[in-house]
């Protein structure tokens, strides 16, 4: 039995291939799962990351590699062999059996005594605030709730890793929202290590801890929400999570090692990066929307006064008031289009800029993120 | 037009039902031949009920149907779930011997399970003819129960062997209760289909194990049998009865 | 996933096991019957001969087997002949009436086929309601002879596979696009025109499958010409039974067995591709 508490993983895998037919999906893929973290696996369909839930929970086996759960190797073992659950995208809560039994079914199979499955059950139903509809067929369940008694009839189990499979997709808005907090604080209290796959960035930055960012059966990025979301490491990150803004440059010079000029859409700009380049290489920078600020113009001047010297000239196309935020949608005068979301402030009058009107878009200095210019154009 | 059209129809209903309803007519008719109307009598049904050979060839049938449709309902369905559930060799060949079944003329059919009772000594009779009979209703068990699976949600099957789930259990606890319904819609067909099939019974049973077509075929060749009438009536009767008395307790149930 | 289940096992076993033993095993010896001698105490011979397929090229019985096919035929052509315009009004009528009329079609099936042809014949017979109905209308003045004769077979051949040829034809019919018709008949086609270049053409999966249905099965009901037909109105089932139960000729029946076999699976190969033709007609 591997100590996990020592930083060993709970979840290994070792050089991961796995083909359909003459179609590779994942290519020799390692990722290691810390014990009682809430992992998210994202990317867009067809990235590998339900086929590696599914190699998981044992409904595939691996071409090549190994999978270690807890320090045991599980390639050859069966689903119903393994301490590892699964929520379904679908829920594939048994129609014919009450809540009850759905959540019962996992211990009965275990031959757990009859005492013990009763007070297990009705713990993991209190759980997911559902005690009061134990006795209704999945038919008679709400959305929502039908996706409680799924959570609960994996729990109850008390699975090394519990695997979730795009599940809250078939919510709607509000309840995904709901349920987002949901997860989060059931994970938290039973400590057992989650491994969710979704789609939405949105999702992923909101519930884990860490965040794996997939493409073509590739990890592209592991890391914190945070550093996925505001350091990525290539454009397919930056493009795939969150809206960005991306400018190409030219490095002119280098100052002290972290400061950079470059010709940025033909603004002179500073930038400051750990990355080193050369002078005369082709940079990327990367700029979130809430990165930009955004001035007026009277007559080439900034209305408040800031110097328009490295900053943008452009005009407002598009303004859409988000009630915390304003966003405006502005073409440059390089032929660019950019987002820009600003807090709302009523007290600024910068903020009248209104459709056709010209502007100035600047940044926060230090907020921008540099990538070289490869070449390639993901997406 | 809309006329010529009915009455079209009603011709076609004529020709289905005429012979049916002069054979209940000719039932009551106490003439022997039927060929005059000589007044309304039971004694034709008395006689059935009198007939040993007539009664004990009409238990058979009924036997036979019974377990033939039981057994064909639980091969079947195993067979259906193989086929849903599992690759393995010789899928293909499977799948291919049940189509040569519903393609194969009864009798074809009927002479190659001849053949083979007869290579291995098998004696004609209840056996070979449960054997047989299992056989033919075989693929429309399996073809029933398979297209009810295939419309499951095939993570059912998955979340039952990720709580834990067996391949007995997922069938037991899983697989069978959703199927129920196709299940007994096949071992219906097969009772039907059972109760109706001459030829391959013809060939592959014997004087010891007597059922109630080969019954009536024999007296029929010989010659106009007015109990026979009787038989054909209550035959007749009886799926009617039930299926208007289902129909109306369904209609029953939604109202 | 390599999980040993006992369950597994047994389940792919039982079924498996009883196709082999029960399907193939039968069929292939039927085959290898085909190729051996006739013998008079064991049915047959173990030495190799093509003697059984060249004595059914012997016009005699190739005169047998015309026969039998052309009332199989003939049977087919009348079950389309009445059935389509019988399925087309009933596909035409409002739902609620339409699977009424369609259960009592279905119906007289859910009797055994042989106390069908039973209630034929006494409707066919020289003394029967038939003859009675013909010479009180004064359509005749002697009672016909009906029973025993080809067009009794064929009559009888109706009856009972008739249902075989209106369901495929319902099905069809039922899910023909109305507004194809009148887009035909917008486009300025006559009501015939309509029917032979728009209504048959779509129509024809339905017509193909009934004929199949109704003609297979009619090669074999050794019954039915057994009770209704004449000494010369002899079906394949008839010769093949005789073969088997009469003449104790195994091998020259099981070639006629294979013969019919065959036969079928070409016309039932030809099915397919015909559907598959069809459906490929109506994407373009």
Known sequence: ?379 | MRRVKTLYVALIYLFLYLPIFVLIASSFNASKYGTRWEGWTLKWYYQIIDSPLLMHAAINTLIIAFLAATLAAVIGTLGAVSLYRWRFAGKKAFEGLLFVIMMSPDIVMAISLLALFIALGIHLGFMSLLLSHITFCLPFVVITVYSRLSGFDSALIEAARDLGAGEWHVFYRIILPLAMPAVLAGWLLSFTLSVDDVIVSFFVTGPSFEILPLRIYSMVRLGVKPEVNALATILFLIPVVFVSFSYFLLKEKKS | MTEKSLFKTATIGLTGAWLGFFVLIPNVMILATSFLQRDEAAFVRLDFTLENYRRILDPVYLQVFGHSAAMALVATMVCLALGYPFAYALARTRPGLRHLLLLLVIIPFWTNSLIRTYAIRSLLATQGVLNKLLLFTGIIDEPLRLLYTGTAVTIGLVYILFPFMVLPLFAVIEKLDTRLLEASADLGAGRFQTFVRVIIPLTMPGIIAGGLLVFLPALGMFYVSDLLGGAKDLLIGNFIKNQFLDARDWPFGAAASVTMTLIMALMLIAYFFSIRKIGKKEIR
Not at chain 1, 84 to 98: C, D, E, G, K
Not at chain 1, 207 to 232: C, F, H, K, L, N
Request: aromatic share 6%; net charge neutral.
């Open chain 1, 1 to 379: 039995m591997a100590d996990h508490r020592n930083g060993n993983p709970i979840v290994s895998l070792k050089r991961i291939t796995k083909r359909f037919g003459d179609k590779t999906v994942l290519a020799g893929l390692d990722l290691d799962v810390r014990n009682g973290e809430f992992l998210t696996l994202l990317g867009p369909s067809g990235c590998g990351k339900t086929t590696i839930l599914r190699l998981l929970a044992g409904f595939e086996s691996p071409d090549e590699g190994d999978i270690f759960i807890d320090g045991r190797r599980v390639n050859d073992l069966a689903p119903n062999q393994r301490h590892v659950n699964i929520v379904f995208q679908s829920f594939a809560l048994f129609p014919h059996m009450t809540a009850l039994n759905n959540v019962a079914f996992g211990l009965k199979m275990k031959k757990t005594d009859r005492a013990e499955i009763r007070q297990r059950v009705d713990e993991a139903l209190r759980m997911v605030k559902l005690d009061d509809l134990a006795d209704r067929k999945p038919h008679q369940l709400s959305g929502g709730q039908q996706q409680r008694v799924a959570l609960a009839r994996a729990v109850v189990n008390r699975p090394k890793v519990l695997l979730l499979d795009e599940c809250l997709n078939a919510l709607d808005y509000k309840l995904r929202k709901e349920m987002q907090i949901e997860l989060k604080q059931i994970q938290r209290r039973i400590g057992i290590t989650f491994i969710f796959v979704t789609h939405s960035q949105e999702e992923a930055l909101s519930m884990s801890d860490r965040v794996i960012v997939m493409r073509d059966g590739q990890i592209e990025q592991a890391g914190t929400p945070r550093q996925v979301y505001e350091t990525p490491a290539n454009l397919f990150v930056a493009r795939f999570v969150g809206e960005i803004n991306i400018f190409d440059g030219i490095v002119t010079g280098r100052e002290n090692g972290s400061t950079l000029f470059a010709d940025v859409e033909g603004v002179g700009c500073t930038l400051r990066t750990p990355r080193s380049f050369q002078t005369g290489d082709r940079i990327k920078v990367l700029l979130r929307p809430e990165d930009l600020r955004v001035t007026e113009l009277k007559n080439g001047q900034a209305v408040d006064g800031t110097s328009i010297d490295g900053k943008f000239m452009g005009r407002v196309l598009e303004r859409t008031y988000k009630g915390m935020t304003l966003d405006s949608l502005i073409l440059l005068d390089c032929g660019k289009k950019i987002q820009a979301s600003e807090f709302f402030d009523e007290e600024d009058p910068s903020f009248d800029y209104s459709i056709g009107e010209r502007v100035a878009v600047g940044w926060v200095p230090s907020w921008e993120e540099i990538l070289p210019d490869d070449g390639k154009e993901p997406l």
